[in-house]
């Protein structure tokens, strides 16, 4: 792109320069760092080196992550969960006034990912997250003192307001601080809580249900988690560093270690700087919308069953207690389909198959749900049929973690998880509203477009596979039209001991490159496992926040 392209320039880093045109559209600060700290050059890490450094990692910001995103699941839970408590009586809510309380928090969501994919560029992630955690809290809270529909609507059009920014700051600070291979797990470790939400937000809840007080179950249920959610965001202001570079749980050499590990990903760190032409390319990508439509496709069933689930369950003859109980197992079908489904993509490295695969189980839970009547002599199989539907939340996490291992540069990292969440935003705000209080027990309509959406996600799948080969293909007849080599060898998606498998067997068929100098060069990016001439040694633009379109040694995962 033209080094003449608009540029804004966020707050630079302490310590750190900024330059704002490469020819290519400005570097990344990584790559001021590096420069800085290396004297631009690569450096060794070693597998050892690299594990630590990912334990470390993992010890701080795993934890933080994993807590905020309970807590948001739960938050958005306390509608259900209220619902089964009186709210609908209490508050006099009639017709489909219900559904539009679930569909509200994803209408604020949609309203605020076009400002938010700017905000994630400009600001410190870690700072403005936790900001933004705090201001949820306090709009739960605050739903204690709603009354009516009308207060209610105002207090969850804010917590959705706030909340919208955790999903796209995960996934952002997924590709921040992890490599390609290790994203896909993390993505799931803190998306499954929303499984353990299910689970232990049931038993939470059924604790609080029964506390003897003046107020109301669910007014209890809203303070309790919003006080909650407020202490914590403290927590997460004080401990989550805005990226690898400004870690204070991190020596200098560690910081350098933690930068060389994400070489591979080819997708730069962090810039502060937001670019018109990212933003372009970015709504131009057909990627965009095909990740666009896979996560509308799945919002819908996961904006309707999030919604009327406990609903759902008490229609099969339970009262609201048992209701609360029956539905701890769908958190733990949820937990298992989420981190069973990420490490099985780990596994073969591929995400479309598996994404095809967990729309089965959801397909035969809609037609056991549509076919079973609702009678005592049918309770066991229609829970069956509603567990084996709890699969679905497997798919989401695969699609961010798909989607943001296809995309490169920092403007457009954030802009094309915008038009991912807008997806999601609009499924979740249609989705409760095919689901009708009217319609139950049976949730005919609800239930029959959930189905038509799983088949059509397995097309989806198959869609974006085909296209990411092509784009591959393009990438490799680019390679060679510049005059390099057409073949890359990618180990983003490798583990380490892969790696060292690949280096030893290099060493023993070349016999001039030492078996320790094949694996520290693997771990740290350099893959050039084969003396042949024929392989490129990707890498070298790794930082120069280029887009995954703009950098020809880009390699697209499946």
């Given at each position: 792109?033209?080094?003449?392209?608009?540029?804004?320039?966020?707050?630079?880093?302490?310590?750190?320069?900024?330059?704002?045109?490469?020819?290519?559209?400005?570097?990344?600060?990584?790559?001021?760092?590096?420069?800085?700290?290396?004297?631009?050059?690569?450096?060794?890490?070693?597998?050892?080196?690299?594990?630590?450094?990912?334990?470390?990692?993992?010890?701080?910001?795993?934890?933080?992550?994993?807590?905020?995103?309970?807590?948001?699941?739960?938050?958005?839970?306390?509608?259900?969960?209220?619902?089964?408590?009186?709210?609908?009586?209490?508050?006099?809510?009639?017709?489909?006034?219900?559904?539009?309380?679930?569909?509200?928090?994803?209408?604020?969501?949609?309203?605020?990912?076009?400002?938010?994919?700017?905000?994630?560029?400009?600001?410190?992630?870690?700072?403005?997250?936790?900001?933004?955690?705090?201001?949820?809290?306090?709009?739960?809270?605050?739903?204690?003192?709603?009354?009516?529909?009308?207060?209610?609507?105002?207090?969850?059009?804010?917590?959705?307001?706030?909340?919208?920014?955790?999903?796209?700051?995960?996934?952002?600070?997924?590709?921040?601080?992890?490599?390609?291979?290790?994203?896909?797990?993390?993505?799931?470790?803190?998306?499954?809580?929303?499984?353990?939400?299910?689970?232990?937000?049931?038993?939470?809840?059924?604790?609080?249900?029964?506390?003897?007080?003046?107020?109301?179950?669910?007014?209890?249920?809203?303070?309790?988690?919003?006080?909650?959610?407020?202490?914590?965001?403290?927590?997460?202001?004080?401990?989550?560093?805005?990226?690898?570079?400004?870690?204070?749980?991190?020596?200098?050499?560690?910081?350098?270690?933690?930068?060389?590990?994400?070489?591979?990903?080819?997708?730069?760190?962090?810039?502060?700087?937001?670019?018109?032409?990212?933003?372009?390319?970015?709504?131009?990508?057909?990627?965009?919308?095909?990740?666009?439509?896979?996560?509308?496709?799945?919002?819908?069933?996961?904006?309707?069953?999030?919604?009327?689930?406990?609903?759902?369950?008490?229609?099969?003859?339970?009262?609201?207690?048992?209701?609360?109980?029956?539905?701890?197992?769908?958190?733990?079908?949820?937990?298992?389909?989420?981190?069973?489904?990420?490490?099985?993509?780990?596994?073969?490295?591929?995400?479309?198959?598996?994404?095809?695969?967990?729309?089965?189980?959801?397909?035969?839970?809609?037609?056991?749900?549509?076919?079973?009547?609702?009678?005592?002599?049918?309770?066991?199989?229609?829970?069956?049929?509603?567990?084996?539907?709890?699969?679905?939340?497997g798919i989401t996490p695969l699609i961010y973690s798909w989607a943001a291992q296809n995309t490169a540069?920092?403007?457009?990292?954030?802009?094309?998880?915008?038009?991912?969440?807008?997806?999601?935003?609009?499924?979740?705000?249609?989705?409760?509203?095919?689901?009708?209080?009217?319609?139950?027990?049976?949730?005919?309509?609800?239930?029959?477009?959930?189905?038509?959406?799983?088949?059509?996600?397995?097309?989806?799948?198959?869609?974006?596979?085909?296209?990411?080969?092509?784009?591959?293909?393009?990438?490799?007849?680019?390679?060679?039209?510049?005059?390099?080599?057409?073949?890359?060898?990618?180990?983003?998606?490798?583990?380490?001991?892969?790696?060292?498998?690949?280096?030893?067997?290099?060493?023993?068929?070349?016999?001039?490159?030492?078996?320790?100098?094949?694996?520290?060069?693997?771990?740290?990016?350099?893959?050039?496992?084969?003396?042949?001439?024929?392989?490129?040694?990707?890498?070298?633009?790794?930082?120069?926040?280029?887009?995954?379109?703009?950098?020809?040694?880009?390699?697209?995962?499946?």
């Amino acid at each position: 792109m033209a080094a003449t392209e608009e540029i804004e320039h966020g707050p630079p880093l302490p310590g750190s320069s900024q330059q704002s045109g490469d020819g290519e559209g400005g570097r990344n600060i990584t790559a001021s760092f590096l420069a800085k700290r290396a004297a631009g050059q690569r450096i060794s890490v070693t597998p050892a080196d690299s594990a630590r450094v990912l334990r470390r990692i993992d010890t701080v910001i795993l934890p933080i992550m994993l807590t905020v995103y309970f807590l948001q699941g739960l938050d958005k839970a306390t509608l259900a969960y209220s619902s089964v408590f009186g709210l609908i009586r209490d508050t006099g809510l009639v017709g489909d006034q219900y559904s539009w309380l679930g569909s509200i928090v994803y209408l604020a969501q949609l309203v605020m990912q076009p400002p938010l994919a700017w905000l994630l560029v400009r600001l410190p992630i870690g700072k403005f997250t936790s900001v933004m955690v705090l201001l949820w809290g306090v709009s739960l809270a605050c739903m204690a003192a709603s009354h009516n529909f009308s207060g209610l609507l105002a207090t969850r059009f804010f917590l959705g307001v706030f909340e919208a920014s955790v999903a796209p700051s995960f996934v952002a600070i997924t590709q921040m601080w992890w490599r390609r291979r290790e994203q896909t797990v993390r993505t799931s470790y803190w998306y499954a809580m929303n499984g353990i939400t299910n689970m232990f937000g049931s038993l939470i809840t059924y604790g609080l249900g029964h506390i003897s007080s003046r107020l109301k179950s669910y007014q209890i249920i809203f303070m309790f988690f919003g006080v909650i959610t407020v202490v914590f965001s403290f927590v997460m202001l004080a401990f989550m560093p805005d990226s690898p570079i400004e870690a204070k749980f991190l020596n200098d050499e560690d910081k350098l270690i933690a930068v060389e590990r994400l070489r591979m990903n080819q997708m730069g760190v962090v810039s502060r700087e937001w670019r018109n032409d990212h933003l372009k390319e970015t709504l131009l990508d057909p990627k965009s919308w095909l990740w666009f439509a896979l996560l509308f496709s799945i919002s819908i069933p996961s904006g309707g069953i999030s919604t009327f689930g406990p609903l759902i369950v008490q229609t099969f003859g339970f009262d609201q207690f048992q209701t609360i109980l029956f539905n701890i197992p769908s958190g733990f079908v949820q937990l298992v389909a989420t981190v069973g489904g990420a490490f099985l993509a780990q596994r073969l490295k591929m995400k479309g198959p598996v994404i095809a695969g967990l729309c089965l189980p959801p397909i035969a839970g809609c037609v056991m749900l549509m076919v079973l009547p609702r009678d005592a002599g049918h309770r066991a199989p229609l829970l069956v049929g509603y567990y084996l539907i709890s699969v679905y939340p497997g798919i989401t996490p695969l699609i961010y973690s798909w989607a943001a291992q296809n995309t490169a540069g920092d403007t457009k990292r954030k802009c094309t998880n915008a038009v991912l969440f807008i997806g999601q935003s609009t499924g979740n705000v249609i989705g409760p509203l095919l689901y009708t209080q009217k319609e139950a027990p049976g949730y005919s309509r609800g239930l029959r477009s959930n189905l038509a959406l799983y088949v059509a996600i397995i097309v989806l799948a198959g869609i974006t596979t085909t296209y990411l080969r092509y784009l591959n293909a393009s990438h490799a007849k680019r390679r060679v039209a510049m005059g390099k080599s057409a073949v890359i060898v990618d180990t983003s998606l490798d583990s380490a001991e892969e790696v060292a498998a690949s280096a030893a067997q290099k060493t023993r068929e070349d016999g001039d490159k030492t078996e320790t100098g094949n694996v520290r060069n693997a771990e740290e990016g350099d893959v050039a496992t084969s003396s042949s001439e024929e392989v490129e040694r990707p890498g070298e633009r790794a930082f120069e926040n280029l887009t995954d379109l703009q950098n020809e040694e880009f390699v697209f995962v499946y």
